[in-house]
């Protein structure tokens, strides 16, 4: 192992961040959100137990609390803007492609340097891995249908 590698071994890299390194982010970020649904625990205590638990060395650890506390912060300002677009109540949603979609409906109104489709590529990567049979066509439905009302400059010519 060479001096730098040595220097840097368990430290977050510095620099720009890099996309698997923000999609690493996200999904810590689903995690803790699911988490945050069952134990009811502060969302600080949740957020350093994931910095301490995981090997953060390729995750972009200032994304990962920008979702967390943002999703966490605007949750109610958040589902105002989904509910209109779901098929069911909110509490009939499954907890996964909830979090989900919450993460994906906060980038597309804060994190304007994020494309829309890298938004719902994500959303739709993630609830393939994470969520239930058929969670993707969800997330995929909602995601774009909220890019259309959150990024309506950005998507007017599709």
């Known amino acids: 192992m060479s ?11 510095s620099g720009q ?7 690493r982010a996200r999904r810590l970020a689903l995690q803790a959100l699911y988490h945050r649904h ?7 205590d949740i ?9 953060m ?6 994304y990962f609390q920008d979702l967390l506390r943002g999703v966490h912060r605007e949750q ?10 779901l098929d069911r109540a909110l509490k009939e949603v499954d907890p996964i492609e ?17 494309p829309y489709k890298v938004v719902i590529t994500e959303g739709i990567e993630m609830a393939k891995r994470f969520g239930g049979t058929d969670g993707h066509k ?15 400059a950005e998507t007017r010519s599709r």
């Open 138 to 152: 969800f997330v995929n439905s909602l995601l774009d249908k909220l890019s259309q009302r959150l990024r309506l």
């Open 17 to 23: 961040p890099k996309a698997g390194d923000r999609r």
């Open 98 to 114: 909830l979090a989900i979609v919450r993460i994906g409906a906060f980038e597309l109104k804060n994190r304007i340097d994020v």
């Open 57 to 62: 060395t390729k995750v972009d650890i200032v």
């Open 38 to 44: 069952y134990s009811k625990s502060p969302i600080n």
């Open 76 to 85: 109610s300002e958040l589902d105002k803007v989904i509910e209109p677009y």
């Open 47 to 55: 957020e350093a137990q994931f910095i301490v638990d995981n090997d």
């Open 3 to 13: 001096e730098a590698d040595q220097q840097t071994e368990g430290q977050p890299r």
